[in-house]
């Protein structure tokens, strides 16, 4: 499951995403499309797992695959 996966799970819009962790909404887009590498602060990382609820795990895992589409 990739990002934008785990973000569809959850229904939560891409632009919500990007207003609770303080970054733009390319941001967001480029990590799910796999053109960027997601650099974000602790504070960011649990708030993602948590609006995602997932695992940190899984949000690595997902944050590989996201990495792997963009490369296809």
Known sequence: MDLK??????????IEVANILQ?????????EKGRTTPKMEVWQVFRL??????????????VRESIALGKK
Do not use: H, M, P
């Open 5 to 14: 996966a785990l973000r569809d799970r959850v229904g939560i819009k891409l």
């Open 23 to 31: 970054c733009s909404e390319s941001s967001i887009r480029n990590w």
């Open 49 to 62: 797992r948590d609006l995602y609820r997932c695992s940190e795990a899984e949000l690595e895992q997902a």
